[in-house]
């Protein structure tokens, strides 16, 4: 576990308030018994994994909606009852032609067109060029020789390593999706260089998969996207046809797979006609975040965040992604805090902040909800001291390789933003948990990314304070069907639950909102 510098008891002890025995009163009110029964509900497959989207987010927002109305936590006037909604797009294929030269390819077996980055699109032009993995950097250019404007490219997905095996633009040994450079810094690129078109090649599939056909002719409900940067118009081809249009693919294909650096020799243009036409048909519908409040007293313009995000994946294939721990855990600890403060409300001893309870859906998709609010805010983010949010805390993380796994919980954006979050966090623990904090994904070079993924971070790209909470169940049935009910470590999500509501109970009756003395962190390279 990572150390703070030490610091005297005694200046701690005047940071913080003078704690009331009721904190601990009112935190024995989150149990087992009440998680279990909550999760057990949240994580059926009456809700059918909550996608975003689909009926089964809404029975889940309406079940929560429910719990919020019967504790008697208020909501603001600007809201549907309890639900802040935004809007989600579903698209349909009308149309989609694709020929070079003479022939007319076949959607789903030659190409596909995927939605998201693509829009009405009607193109013509009369010349292809290989164009390497589309990438120009200091480090590495595929474009250094070769003239683009008015053509179509031919690009692989990817990047190249360098002579010790890592990778040369991205830097990392181990890239994802969340690692530079991806398609949409390649499909940017390729429209600032005036490319009409982009044929993809995907070096690890040599075909799109069933469900990606069926994606690219109806989609399940989208965010709306942002105007960005223009990016080139792309069609995904498969190794079949690319072998009968690309001289010597099967030597570029292995050079791809092998992450090899392309150089001059491998440069090819060809003269051929191509037509592109394509239409889609675009649905508006919608989705919710769900909001409760207990309000504050002399400081109820000032507000506390406890978040986690109520939605899965769904249904696929015949199967239920449940979402027990991710992030029906989550969801279930929200609720059970709400109720522990709406007990200590009615007994008059409410929070002297606003405490905002607040499950929002989207997430698994792209942060949808947390986005939409913070760029919709209910309450003034200025105003917002802190945001404590929750994604996976009843399940231990299988490749933690620790003699405390049954006593621990790793705690992100500790040393962000705000200077005061620690201390307080850190404290609270100590005295009412002991539980190992663990900072393992705090550290800048963490290949994952976790600071970035969860729904905090659209509360800190805004200069909110944040602390997320996490089990960092990665692998074993992480978005799997078997992420289940039966799988969750009961004591241990009970105890980070109170552990969470003992650091909100001090974050919102402390005197001073957290200071915000430390830079925002940006996602980089």
């Given at each position: 576990m990572k150390k703070l510098l030490f610091i005297p008891l005694l200046l701690i002890a005047g940071m913080l308030t003078a704690q009331k025995d009721d904190a601990a009163k009112y935190a024995n009110l989150i149990t087992e018994a009440g998680?279990?029964?909550?999760?057990?509900?949240?994580?059926?497959?009456?809700?059918?994994g909550r996608e975003t989207g689909t009926e089964g987010q809404r029975k889940a927002a309406a079940y929560i909606e429910g719990q919020f109305q019967a504790l008697g936590l208020t909501t603001s006037e600007t809201l549907n009852g309890y639900q802040q909604y935004y809007p989600l797009y579903s698209n349909r294929l009308l149309e989609s032609k694709v020929s070079i030269g003479n022939n007319e390819?076949?959607?789903?077996?030659?190409?596909?067109?995927?939605?998201?980055?693509?829009?009405?699109?009607?193109?013509?032009?009369?010349?292809?060029?290989?164009?390497?993995?589309?990438?120009?950097d200091e480090k590495y250019s595929d474009y250094k020789n070769i003239q683009v404007a008015g053509k179509v490219i031919v690009i692989f997905l990817g990047e190249p390593k360098n002579a010790e095996g890592n990778y040369i633009v991205s830097g990392s040994n181990k890239p994802s999706e969340w690692t530079y450079p991806g398609l949409s810094n390649k499909l940017e690129l390729a429209a600032r260089k005036g490319v009409k078109a982009v044929l993809l090649i995907?070096?690890?599939m040599d075909?799109?998969?069933?469900?990606?056909i069926a994606n690219s002719k109806q989609t399940n409900p989208?965010?709306?996207?942002?105007?960005?940067?223009?990016?080139?118009?792309?069609?995904?081809?498969?190794?079949?046809?690319?072998?009968?249009?690309?001289?010597?693919?099967?030597?570029?294909?292995?050079?791809?797979?092998?992450?090899?650096?392309?150089?001059?020799?491998?440069?090819?243009?060809?003269?051929?006609?191509?037509?592109?036409?394509?239409?889609?048909?675009?649905?508006?519908?919608?989705?919710?975040?769900?909001?409760?409040?207990?309000?504050?007293?002399?400081?109820?313009d000032e507000y506390v965040f406890i978040t986690a995000h109520y939605d899965h994946l769904g249904m696929h294939d015949g199967k239920i992604y449940y979402g027990a721990d991710d992030d029906g855990s989550?969801?279930?600890?929200?609720?059970?805090?709400?109720?522990?403060f709406a007990k200590a409300k009615a007994d008059g001893n409410g929070p002297r902040r606003t405490i905002v309870f607040m499950?929002?859906?989207?997430?698994?998709?792209g942060l949808w909800g947390s986005e939409y609010y913070t760029d919709n805010p209910v309450f003034p983010l200025n105003k917002t001291s802190v945001d404590l949010n929750i994604d996976m805390i009843g399940r231990i993380d299988s490749e933690r390789k620790k003699d405390d796994t049954l006593n621990y919980v790793y705690v992100v954006g500790h040393d962000k933003i705000s200077s005061e979050m620690p201390l307080i966090n850190e404290a609270m623990n100590d005295k009412y948990t002991g539980l190992v904090l663990?900072?393992?994904?705090?550290?800048?070079?963490?290949?994952?990314?976790?600071?970035?993924?969860?729904?905090?971070?659209?509360?800190?790209?805004?200069?909110?304070?944040?602390?997320?909470?996490?089990?960092?169940?990665?692998?074993?049935?992480?978005?799997?069907?078997?992420?289940?009910?039966?799988?969750?470590?009961?004591?241990l999500y009970e105890k980070r639950t109170r552990m969470i509501f003992h650091t909100a109970w001090e974050m919102a009756n402390r005197d001073n909102m957290l200071i915000r003395d430390k830079p925002i962190p940006t996602l980089t390279r």
């Open positions: 998680l279990q029964q909550h999760l057990n509900i949240i994580a059926s497959a009456e809700m059918e390819l076949t959607f789903g077996q030659e190409y596909i067109i995927p939605f998201q980055e693509n829009k009405d699109i009607s193109i013509k032009a009369n010349e292809f060029i290989f164009a390497g993995y589309g990438i120009e995907n070096p690890n075909k799109p998969s069933s469900r990606m989208r965010y709306p996207e942002k105007p960005s940067i223009k990016q080139a118009k792309y069609i995904l081809i498969t190794h079949e046809y690319a072998e009968q249009l690309i001289p010597g693919f099967g030597h570029l294909l292995k050079m791809a797979k092998m992450k090899n650096v392309f150089t001059d020799t491998e440069a090819w243009t060809k003269k051929i006609k191509f037509k592109l036409k394509y239409k889609k048909y675009t649905e508006k519908i919608a989705a919710s975040n769900v909001i409760g409040l207990i309000e504050g007293t002399d400081k109820k989550g969801t279930c600890a929200v609720i059970e805090m709400a109720t522990a499950t929002v859906s989207g997430e698994e998709k663990d900072y393992k994904f705090d550290d800048p070079r963490d290949p994952e990314k976790i600071y970035f993924r969860s729904d905090h971070y659209n509360f800190a790209r805004k200069g909110v304070p944040v602390l997320f909470f996490y089990d960092g169940m990665l692998k074993a049935d992480y978005h799997k069907p078997t992420d289940t009910v039966d799988k969750i470590t009961w004591p």
